[in-house]
């Protein structure tokens, strides 16, 4: 979702055009929402964004040669500002028939030469206004090549009612209300508590260490403007396959628990490893690693998975100690390999310590292979990264132990730098819009970090 949109479901929400409660619909159904787009025809603005998101739309349709008409009334208001704005010849569309003169359903259609039009509406809810026009283009020979609704409120898609595209659907702005709910309070609360110290930018933090992944990492977030993760605990390999060719692009990093997956192919390892290039994506293998060295090897090296051969990121658990670490430390290619220690847990009831906390950074300092933590907050200096697990926007938790927090509260108060968002991309009802909402919200967390 680029700013655009993010700026007119705002809108639609600061103009009261949402509500919430019980109410009853034009078809008679029951919703739980109410939508009344009306209110946003008194901001100039607004029209002219909704505007440039529709001429994106046809654009992207590569609908040409047409005629455009807002549906009576609410259509009319953007498809006037569109034909003013995109020079493109409108047809007005009346409500009732006129009692005199050419007694004319449609108006503007004497000596035009064009055969298509393209309608506008504000909300679809069944389609039956749609449908209902069509009558009259038909009547006059017009063919209606399709229509623009600024948000699709339908619960199904009927198929009724052919090449209706819309700028939003229900659940955008549902998504963005939950949204707003859970973070704006807290966003301002944040800003106002903040302290004078100053961020660095990911851009200035290059060369504060030598590791070539810390440096990376920098660079890639300042170049894909996104700094984030995605877990993708799926348990097949495919499915992660089919999902990072669609979202890579927008990710810095995919984590991944390779041994949760029951369609392990080394050949489709491969697969994800070229996509990642392709994409600019680093893997990271999530595996703790906790063992005895000589086992740790192992592990990293061999078994089915030969995690080493696959995984640019490894993390370790330094309970056993830092033998792990020591071995990696002589095995790993430091052209595109790094280790992560974990430093601290977002789940309820770990048994991470403070203590525990600082004896893990100290050993993360003596070892080049290790880039950054595993940790719910910056805890030490800006030559290392920060990774934070448990990010969520809509919930506090899972049913078992997991605990969330806001890309703003892991970025702009905890000072972290790379949000690791997992079941709330995953589980959520589009992959793709939900990771470009995590990707905004982390990114633009990150920008008003810096303004500290
Ligand atoms: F080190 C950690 C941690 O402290 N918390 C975590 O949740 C790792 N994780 C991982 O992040 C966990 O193993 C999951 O793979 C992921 C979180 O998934 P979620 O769906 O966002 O809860």
């Keep these: 979702m680029d700013s655009r949109q993010h700026y007119i479901l705002q809108r639609i929400i600061e103009l009261n055009c949402f509500k919430e409660g019980k109410f009853t619909l034009k078809n008679g159904s029951e919703s739980n929402y109410y939508i009344n787009l009306r209110n946003l025809i008194r901001e100039p603005e607004v029209i002219k964004v909704i505007c440039e998101l529709i001429y994106d739309k046809i654009n992207f349709l590569s609908w040409k040669d047409f005629v455009i008409c807002g549906l009576p009334y609410a259509g009319i208001p953007y498809a006037q500002g569109y034909s003013i704005l995109y020079n493109t010849p409108s047809v007005f569309l009346r409500k009732e028939q006129k009692k005199h003169g050419m007694n004319n359903m449609i108006d503007g259609l004497e000596g035009l030469d064009k055969k298509k039009v393209l309608l506008i509406d504000d909300v679809i809810t069944s389609g039956s206004s749609i449908q209902e026009s069509l009558v009259h283009f038909e009547k006059e020979k017009l063919e209606v090549i399709g229509t623009i609704v600024i948000m699709d409120r339908r619960i199904e898609n009927t198929g009724l009612i052919e090449n209706v595209n819309s700028l939003f659907k229900l659940e955008d702005l549902l998504q963005y209300n939950s949204y707003r709910k859970a973070n704006l309070l807290q966003e301002t609360q944040l800003l106002s508590s903040k302290t004078e110290e100053s961020r660095k930018s990911y851009g200035e933090r290059v060369g504060l260490s030598n590791n070539k992944m ?33 979202i890579g692009e927008h990710i810095v990093i995919v984590k991944l628990h390779m041994d949760i997956i029951e369609d392990f192919d080394m050949d489709l390892c491969s697969q994800i490893v070229k996509l990642s290039k392709d994409l600019k994506f680093v893997i990271f293998e999530d595996r703790k690693f906790s063992e005895i060295g000589s086992i740790f090897q192992k592990q990293y090296q061999g078994g089915m998975y030969r995690i080493s051969e696959w995984a640019n990121l490894v993390n370790f658990h330094l309970i056993s100690g830092d033998s792990n670490i020591q071995l990696f430390d002589k095995i790993y290619n430091p052209e595109d390999q790094a280790g992560l220690l974990v430093a601290q847990m977002s789940n309820k009831g770990n048994l991470f310590s403070k203590d525990y906390t600082n004896q893990v950074i100290e050993i993360g300092k003596r070892f080049a292979s290790v880039c950054g933590f595993i940790s719910q907050e910056k805890i030490a200096g800006d030559g290392f ?68």
């Design 214 to 246: 810390f440096n990376f990492l920098l660079n890639l977030m300042e170049e894909k403007k996104s700094n984030l993760a995605v877990s993708l605990d799926y348990t097949s390999l495919k499915q992660i396959y089919k999902i990072l060719s669609v």
């Design 385 to 452: 990264l920060y990774l934070t697990p448990g990010i969520g926007i809509a919930k506090e938790g899972d049913n078992l132990d997991q605990q969330y927090k806001s890309p703003q509260q892991a970025l702009i108060v905890d000072g972290t730098d790379i949000i690791i968002v997992g079941r709330n991309i995953t589980q959520s009802k589009s992959i793709i819009k939900s990771t470009l909402l995590y990707k905004e919200l982390g990114w633009s967390s990150y920008l008003l970090s810096l303004r500290r």
